[in-house]
């Protein structure tokens, strides 16, 4: 089982709507990323979190807005997406040798 | 920018075989990972080197990180059908929040 928690598994929205990806950890580690995964591709960095202060925007969209209320959970807003943006949106946290612990992820679509 | 380039692109081969799989870049990275990951699910992590020359073996599948800590290798004997799935490498510079994928193996095993 996953320590990493992403909601919803599955997510379709109208290039108009507004919705957020939720991810919620409990590792106890201070450092969250998001990524964006297209079909065949590896995962491509969008964000990443240190102590709940956005580090690192790797010049993504300002259709996707990222949120950390606390250390244990990361938000991903969604505003106004185009088709392209439909990929599996992956949330990672960190631990003490760097490594990544995955969330299952939410596969979105964009219609 | 860095990249991690993973070869060989596709793998497709028999049970029992033995394969290898390298991750390769010009940048030098303080920790390399190497994760799986099956369809539709977040890459689940294999293992972490942090060391230049370090070989670490869990089971059938064996790990080193190059000397000058640039690149890794992924070794692993006799295949099994469930090691099919999308092998990706992924490091972190020094003095950097990132986490960089490399350009992904996809492994098919055949019974």
């Known amino acids: 089982d996953t320590e990493v928690t992403q909601t919803p598994k599955h997510l379709v929205m109208g290039m108009t709507n507004k919705k957020s990806l939720k991810c919620e950890q409990h590792?106890?580690?201070?450092?969250m990323y998001w990524y964006k995964q297209k079909a065949k591709k590896p995962p491509e960095l969008m964000f990443v979190?240190?102590?709940?202060?956005?580090?690192i925007n790797e010049s993504v969209p300002s259709r996707f807005s990222p949120e950390c209320p606390n250390s244990s959970l990361l938000n991903l807003h969604l505003h106004a997406l185009q088709p392209e943006d439909s990929a599996l949106y992956l949330c990672?946290?960190?631990?003490?040798?760097?490594?990544?612990?995955f969330g299952q992820g939410t596969r979105l679509t964009v219609v | 920018t860095q990249l991690l380039e993973q070869s060989p692109q596709f793998l497709s081969i028999q049970e029992g075989e033995n394969l290898t799989v390298y991750c390769n870049s010009s940048?030098?990275?303080?920790?390399l990972q190497w994760y799986r990951q099956e369809p539709g699910e977040g890459p689940v992590l294999l293992v972490t080197?942090?060391?230049?020359?370090e070989v670490k073996k869990l089971k059938r599948l064996t790990f080193q990180f190059g000397d000058a800590r640039k690149d890794s290798s992924l070794h692993i004997t006799a295949a099994q059908p469930g090691d099919t799935g999308l092998y990706l490498c992924?490091?972190?510079?020094?003095?950097?929040?990132?986490?960089?994928f490399g350009t992904g193996t996809r492994l098919q095993v055949f019974p």
């Open positions: 990672a946290s960190r631990g003490t040798r760097a490594e990544a612990f």
């Open positions: 590792m106890g580690h201070r450092a």
């Open positions: 979190y240190s102590y709940e202060k956005l580090s």
């Open positions: 940048s030098v990275f303080s920790s």
């Open positions: 080197v942090v060391t230049g020359g």
């Open positions: 992924a490091g972190r510079s020094y003095n950097t929040d990132k986490l960089i």
